[in-house]
């Protein structure tokens, strides 16, 4: 399976690429350079519309929001909160592509379509766990493919998990009084198999598995109705279901919601696909809001998979929604961690569009499923970290954090760095660089920047990003 994108072998890159003396000094490592937007709840069509902004601001993937056919609340309402509700589209009442918030499978393809002209891919957040909290809302054919309704939770799906640490529970539990779905049923395996290779079909390049640690590793106790836990040896390829498998599973990104905390088979869950560093965004989070930090603090990765398999965030839609954990950080706080987890050789940074015209006192903004989401994820310093990350390939970094901490600098070899002022004043910045003596112009700005005898010098305004090579 293949998580992440590694670099060339060096030998490759120095023919091919041209590389610079300088740069050949650098010892060449694998990097992560993709970088995903998280297009969050928004229609394909708004998707499709704006995939050119999306590939000029540097984005290597979208992700949507699920794209299956989902509970209608109340009268079919279009709010992102009130009447109608963004967490409809993880209430599955039946695997075909196409919903009335999102859009049909013609207009999911189009968007895949147009993706393809900008080389951008898509990625799509799929949710087999579980169906809606309304039981009766699950659509006949659901029912049907599974072998009855019998057949369609576990034995111990409706019972709601009240030890999440507890591994049976975890995986055979409802969560959040979500029913809690036999994945190990193989008529169930063969009826979201075909959705997910139409998705495929459709030209998706990828996936993110919501609430991934509920669904059973071969190693965990098994639900009286399982035979075996095998969902994600199906669902990742590795054996056929009824004589279909996952396509093109060379060529896919797939990551999954493996929320961290206690007894969680991280190890485990890495053997089948990526996973998001959740514990790794809500430091960040606490960088941010305290405006100062270590190089220790920012360079921890906070997992015990290897950094090239995890998928990064400042702020997910469930931090922003669910608990308000990070909607009361300011745009401009977000695009300083951004920069921080962006500038790194490794992890892939996923960016969570925020609802347009919201505010810290208004969350849900202009409340309404199906439109863009707010300019935040073109703003300069957001675009021009996410090019520098493109082009500090094979780079090797080091961190570098001011005395007082409320400088942050991320050097790439000794071709680029990543400058971030955390505080609200300005600073009279002096660190210690990688890059070589001379003279530079950050692409945001154009502030300039000396280095002389390996010392890094300029003036930084307050709670601004920069990015030099």
Not at 139 to 155: C, Q, S
Not at 351 to 361: D, H, K, L, V
Request: net charge neutral; charged share 20%.
């Amino acid at each position: 399976m293949k998580y992440l994108f590694y670099s060339l072998i060096t030998i490759v890159v120095v023919l091919l690429c041209g590389i610079t003396v300088k740069a050949q000094k650098n010892k060449i490592k694998e990097t992560n350079d993709a970088t995903i937007l998280h297009a969050w709840c928004w229609s394909f069509n708004t998707i499709r519309e704006n995939m050119k902004e999306i590939a000029d601001a540097g984005y290597t993937y979208v992700q949507t929001s699920p794209a299956n056919t989902c509970f209608v609340g109340e009268n079919g309402g279009m709010q992102i909160f009130g009447d109608g509700k963004w967490y409809y589209h993880y209430q599955p009442i039946a695997w075909k592509i196409g919903n009335y918030q999102l859009g049909t499978r013609d207009e999911f393809k189009a968007m895949c379509d147009e993706a393809k002209k900008y080389g951008v891919k898509i990625l799509v957040d799929v949710l087999p766990n579980h169906t809606a909290f309304d039981t009766t809302a699950v659509l006949p054919e659901f029912i049907e493919a599974v072998g009855g309704r019998d057949n369609l939770y576990h034995a111990n799906g409706l019972n709601e998990i009240k030890d999440y640490n507890d591994r049976y529970q975890c995986t055979t539990g409802a969560m959040g009084g979500l029913p809690d779905v036999n994945t190990e049923n193989p008529d169930f395996q063969y009826y979201f198999m075909q959705y997910v290779n139409d998705l495929i079909a459709c030209g998706a390049s990828g996936f993110r598995y919501d609430t991934a640690k509920h669904i059973g590793l071969p190693s965990d106790p098994l639900d009286a109705k399982s035979k075996q836990n095998d969902f994600w040896d199906v669902a990742m390829g590795r054996k056929p279901i009824k004589g279909i498998t996952l396509t093109n599973k060379d060529n896919l990104f797939i990551y999954g919601e493996v929320l961290q905390d206690k007894n969680v088979k991280e190890k485990e869950y890495a053997e089948y696909f990526g996973m998001c560093a959740s514990n790794y965004g809500h430091v960040i989070r606490q960088i941010i809001s305290n405006r100062k930090t270590t190089a220790k603090e920012v360079s921890n990765w906070q997992h015990s998979v290897t950094p090239e398999k995890l998928t990064t965030w400042v702020e997910s839609h469930d931090t922003y929604c669910n608990a308000n954990e990070s909607a009361s950080l300011t745009d401009t706080q977000i695009r300083l961690g951004w920069t921080i987890i962006t500038a790194r050789q490794n992890g892939t940074p996923l960016f969570y569009s925020r609802p347009a015209g919201s505010s810290r006192e208004n969350y849900w903004g202009n409340n309404r499923i199906g439109e863009k989401g707010n300019d935040e994820f073109k703003h300069p310093e957001v675009v021009a970290v996410n090019k520098f990350r493109k082009a500090m390939h094979g780079m090797p970094e080091k961190i570098k954090v001011s005395t007082d901490g409320t400088v942050v600098e991320i050097n790439r070899g000794n071709s680029g760095a990543a400058i971030v002022n955390l505080s609200k004043k300005t600073a009279q910045l002096s660190i210690a660089t990688t890059l070589p003596d001379g003279t530079y112009k950050d692409h945001v700005y154009g502030n300039t920047f000396t280095v002389e005898k390996g010392i890094l010098k300029a003036s930084l305004q307050p709670e601004t990003s920069y990015v030099i090579y």
